[in-house]
Structure formats: C-alpha cells, structure tokens
C-alpha cells in the first residue's frame, strides 16, 4: 500500500491518540498507513481474550498485556519509519497536564467512558489544540471535531445520565427482569464487594406504599430487634449458601408479604421453597452436573438450575473474598456473571416476572450493545479523514459525520452534518461558566456535593471550592487531607442558602466554574424520585428558578416507546444515542 506523502504529516505534526481498544487499533493502523509518523498513544487497559475477535491488532499471546504497547509494537511491522511513543496510563493522570496536551497538532479520542472523554475535552480546550471525537455502538457511529471558539465541544450538549431506579421499587416491589438483575448486583457488592449502603437488598419497610396496618406493625417489629448489615449476617453463617437462599429468597418474601399494601393492586410474590424445589430436582440431570451450566448461555435456566450455580458461585466467591478482599463486579468474570444471572432469575420467579437467559443478562446487566469490527474500522477511517482537514487547517471543510444503520434515500451510510458553534450556554468551553444547582442545603454534605455533582456531573478531576463570601472560606481542597473534616458537614453548616455562589476551580484541567446554589427542602424527598439535585446551564442566573423534577406520577402499564431511528433527526440521533463505548459497550 502506498504511503500518503504530505510535508506537514511527516514532519510537523504529532498525534495524540487516547484509547488503543476497538477504534483505536484501526485507528492506529490507519495513521500509520496514511503516513502519519509521529503518533502518541496512551491506554490503561490490558488485553482480554473477549477482545480478540474485533481488535485485530492483537493475538492469543498478547493476553493481559498492555494494550497501547501491543498495539505499537504492530502496527510498526506496517510502517518501520513510523515514530510511537507509548504509555500504559491513564489519560486522567497529573502528569497529563496543559503544556502536555500543548505538544500535540491534533488529539484523537478513542475512548470508552463519559468521564474521560470530559476530562480530555477539558485539557483540549485549556490548551486551544483541536479534538477529534468519535464512538460507536453496534451498526452506528458518529466522529465530530472540537476546535475551542469556533465549533461546539463535547459539553456543548447535554449527555445522558445512567439509567437508575428508586431503591423501593428495587427492594419491595420489581415487576420487570432489570430490576431483579440490578438487586442480584447489588446483593454481589453486599457479600463479596464493598458495601454501599445505597445498595441495600432487604425490604425497605420505610416505602409509603407499605404504610397500613401490617406495614406498621412490620416496621415497628424490625425497631425491637437488632440490625445487621447483610455482609455481618453472611459472615456469622460463613457463606453458608442454603442459609442465604433461605433469607434472601423465603424469609425476607414472607416479611414482604407482612406489608398488605404492597399487594393490593401487585401479585403477591411466592417465597422460595428450598426443599420442595430440591425433592423436584433429585433426579434432574441437569441440577447435579458440573457441565450443566457451561453450554446453555442462550437459554433461561429452570429454577433448580438457578439454585444450583446460586450455591457454586457463593462458595467460590466468598473462597475469593476470604483470599483477595473486596471483589468487583465484572460481566468477563464468570463466577461473578453467573452469580447475578441465577440471582435475577430466582427473584424474578419470585415475583412472576420472566425469566432471561445468561446471555440476555450479561447484556442488561453490563449494559451492552455489540460492538462490532466493521464499525469501528469505518468510524476509524472517518477520523484520520477529519485529521488530514485539520492538518491542512481546512477548517471550513470540517463535518460531523454520522455511520446509520441502514441506507438514506440516496443510499448513503456517512451522512455528513455541518458543525455547530460553541453553545453560549455551555459551562465547558463559554469564557465565564455557571451552572445553577438546585439541591436541598440541609441534607446534602460536602463529600456528596463534591462527588455527585462536582465529579461525576459537571466532570471535575481534583476540585477546589471556595466561597463568595467576601471571606474566602474554603470547603473542599483537591491537596489530601487539607478539608477531609467537612465532608460529613451538610452545606449549611458553613452558611450555604439560596443564591450563595461557589468559586468552583480544577487546577489539572486549568479550568474555573461558579456555582450557583437554590435550596429547595423538598428535593429528593419522595421515595419514587432519584433526583437528589438539578443543575441547570450556564444561562441561568442567580436569581431563577430552574425546572423541577414533575411529581412522581402514579404507576402505569409499560408502554413500548418510539423507537430512536424513527423519532430523531440523524444530528439529534448522534449526539442520543452514540456516546457509548467502542468496546463491550455500556451506555451512558
């Protein structure tokens, strides 16, 4: 294949491409044979055997190591001129800083999560170098170019949050396969992984739908005995997998049945009868050997099936934990990804919900759309197309182009879509951000304002928040241990109230936001809602009132929705449905 000969790709310009997964080894080998020679590519993750079928730069004996240094090492067998430099790291790293980024002609993502792709889209605009992004997921993909003050970046548009459940609906009263599969994960992190009190599996006997007389009277029983937390319980027992079938799955249904409400207008859940079901399952031959569970990923496993992994996981997992700590779920580790699917499927059985198969499982558990190789290889190509634009600073020929699904009408796959300039609005790339968040001052602490919101929603790596006070008071410090005390303090504590503005600055991503507080008591209050705050953008001002989550409605019938391909334009469709991973994909 001939190279492509360009002065500026040879000799000016350095590439920084951040991910060496399912996009990023075509992307890689594409650079390489276009004639780009002086490549960066940086990539935290190793290489599993699930890779292997679409990240073609990788072979059977590259397992467990290094993802971007097998990736280089490959692609150099294509062009031995070309110049990598390698790290095994992560993009999110200090070290990683603006005059870092400042070295490079153009940044390319290749990533698979929402909170790198901020962080990079972040350091790009601190240090003015254009980015291209990308993602795929299944048949479609987008790539779209970021050039801070004259195209739109990665925040200019609002992303989708994961999808999460009220934790009563969880606990009490499922009624569909997600939220049997969501309890079996969270039961996973209370016997085997670290506890998170907001994952807690036994009935929540302070759900207003219990609220009667039997409800009362189970809440003021559970009041005179003593609480233990799941993984006390289990440890007491020793993992004794009967004993916490038996709990989990027929003492704690009865207790639930205790709370009349509930099932007024709901099918009463049928506890677990462990004896019965292991008299009717004596003589299945699928029950009793080891196999049985190996070769049936497609199928839903029968109950007794169910039982008889629920027990081998348990032993094996709680061997693990004795062994190595506090595990974490992974949807590749197989003890793990039985334990939630034989889990779900006894709960759901439970509650007369259907069943899943393995397969369907791990997809809903993991969150998954196929990634698929010949996907990924044309979004690929898309970016080193978009690269050569940038090189060249034919900025006008810039697009975003969208991979469909199927064909348009004038049998195209790549529809291109002018860019878009900066949102005014946006509290990532606008010359003085601030947001408005709404929340309840008297309730939320320091730690949750600073890892909810600051975090995980607004995308902050290591922030420093000080307030407008006329006095400087700082809350939180990204320097360790300078403000560890405040985190348990609620923000009223230090004088937080409506319209109090925090100076909200992240030193690594060079990157400044204000803040403006409206308290609001009632703010995740209602058992039904998950919303414990609302940020509203940077056009909001101190004094307005942002949109507040609805009243929980009444419970309705499941009603299919239209679907996205039929409702979305292909712009609208790219930014809602392809910010995904390009790997075993989970949706944000």
Not at 251 to 271: A, F, G, H, Q
Not at 532 to 560: D, H, I, R
Request: proline residues 6%; hydrophobic residues 35%; aromatic residues 6%.
């Amino acid at each position: 294949m001939a190279l492509y000969t360009d002065d500026k790709l040879h000799k000016c310009c350095k590439v920084f491409v951040v991910g060496a997964g399912g996009i990023g080894c075509e992307l890689l080998k594409n650079l390489v044979l276009t004639g780009f020679t002086n490549l960066h590519v940086i990539d935290l993750d190793t290489i599993d055997v699930s890779n292997l079928n679409r990240q073609f730069l990788f072979q059977r004996q590259h397992v467990g190591q290094s993802k971007a240094v097998c990736a280089t090492n490959t692609v150099k067998l294509f062009n031995p001129n070309v110049n990598i430099t390698t790290y095994h790291d992560s993009v999110m790293s200090q070290k990683y800083n603006t005059e870092f980024f400042k070295q490079f002609t153009v940044v390319m993502n290749a990533l698979d999560n929402l909170a790198a792709r901020t962080h990079v889209n972040r350091m790009c605009l601190a240090a003015n170098v254009p980015l291209i992004e990308s993602g795929t997921g299944g048949y479609q993909g987008q790539v779209t170019v970021i050039k801070k003050g004259k195209f739109e970046c990665y925040e200019c548009t609002p992303k989708k949050g994961a999808k999460t459940y009220p934790g009563c609906t969880i606990r009490n009263t499922p009624s569909e396969p997600i939220h049997c599969i969501v309890w079996a994960k969270h039961l996973f992190n209370q016997l085997f992984g670290e506890p998170d009190p907001d994952q807690d599996v036994s009935p929540d006997t302070a759900d207003p739908d219990a609220v009667a007389d039997a409800g009362a009277a189970a809440a003021a029983s559970e009041s005179e005995v003593e609480r233990k937390s799941t993984r006390a319980w289990v440890e007491e027992n020793n993992y004794h997998a009967d004993s916490i079938l038996r709990k989990m799955f027929h003492d704690d249904i009865k207790y639930l049945l205790t709370m009349d409400k509930l099932w007024r207008t709901r099918k009463p859940p049928i506890p677990l009868d462990i004896a019965e079901l292991t008299n009717s399952s004596n003589g299945e031959e699928c029950s009793s050997s080891s196999k049985s569970y190996q070769l049936k990923d497609q199928r839903p496993w029968s109950l007794s099936e169910c039982v008889q992994v629920f027990r081998d996981c348990v032993s094996s997992l709680s061997a693990r934990y004795k062994g190595e700590g506090f595990l974490s779920w992974d949807k590749d580790d197989k003890p793990a990804m039985d334990f939630v699917t034989a889990t779900a499927n006894i709960r759901a059985s439970i509650f007369s919900i259907e069943q899943k198969s393995r397969f369907d499982v791990k997809s809903m558990a993991g969150n998954i759309i196929p990634a698929i190789a010949t996907t990924n290889a044309i979004i690929a190509g898309q970016i080193v197309i978009e690269g050569m634009k940038i090189v060249r600073e034919e900025w006008a020929k810039c697009t975003t182009s969208i991979l469909q699904r199927a064909p348009t009408a004038r049998r195209k796959l790549i529809v291109p879509s002018p860019l878009e300039p900066p949102n005014p609005a946006c509290y990532a790339c606008t010359e003085k951000p601030e947001v408005t968040v709404t929340l309840n001052t008297e309730a939320i602490t320091v730690g949750t304002f600073e890892d909810k919101v600051l975090k995980k929603h607004l995308g902050m790596v290591a922030p420093d928040v000080e307030i407008e006070d006329g006095k400087g008071t700082i809350i939180i410090s990204s320097e360790e241990g300078e403000t560890e005390e405040n985190n348990d303090k609620v923000l009223s504590d230090f004088g937080i109230v409506s319209h109090t503005r925090l100076k909200c600055d992240d030193f690594l991503q060079e990157y400044e936001l204000v803040v403006n507080i409206l308290h609001n008591a009632t703010l995740g209050e209602a058992r039904d809602s998950t919303d414990e705050f609302v940020v509203s953008g940077a056009g909001v001002g101190v004094g307005a009132t942002p949109t507040l989550p609805p009243p929980p409605a009444p419970p309705l019938k499941s009603t299919p929705l239209p679907t996205p391909s039929s409702t979305l334009t292909p712009r609208k469709r790219n930014r809602e449905e392809v910010e995904i991973e390009d790997d075993d994909i989970e949706v944000l």
